[in-house]
């Protein structure tokens, strides 16, 4: 069992930077990979971007290419994302999720496919 717990939401404008945090109670490093999703009011929940277990693989979401950075602090068993650039579609709470992965390198997008998930952050960025 492992227990996500994100923070670093909050209200930003646009153009403006945030980091998110997901802390997690145990060893992630080379066990699970990591993913980061987002869920608009009245929307479904979206893939924004992953980490493999190795940490040497990354996946991003079109939307956020180039304007968010995932990154791991192995030693602290945290996951970060760095975001950069906020437009207010970026709106949402974000949530943290991991994935008991098998293969090194290899990520998922797929929600369903995580097996522990945060309780969520909310980051509103204003025009």
């Known amino acids: 069992q492992v227990q996500l717990v994100e923070s670093g939401g909050g209200l930003v404008q646009a153009g403006g930077s945030l980091r998110l945090s997901c802390a997690a109670s145990?060893?992630?490093?080379?066990?699970?990979?990591m993913g980061w999703f987002r869920q608009a009011p009245g929307k479904e929940r979206n893939f924004v971007g992953a980490?493999?277990?190795?940490?040497?693989?990354?996946l991003y979401a079109n939307s956020v290419k180039g304007r968010f950075t995932i990154s791991a602090d192995n030693a602290a068993n945290t996951v970060y994302l760095q975001m950069n650039s906020l437009k207010p579609e970026d709106t949402a709470v974000y949530y943290c999720?991991?994935?008991?992965?098998?293969?090194?390198?290899?990520?998922?997008?797929?929600?369903?496919?995580?097996?522990?998930w945060g309780q969520g952050t909310q980051v509103t960025v204003s025009s």
């Open positions: 999720a991991a994935k008991y992965q098998v293969a090194r390198d290899t990520i998922s997008f797929v929600g369903t496919e995580y097996d522990y």
């Open positions: 145990a060893r992630t490093s080379g066990i699970y990979s």
């Open positions: 980490i493999s277990r190795s940490g040497g693989n990354t």
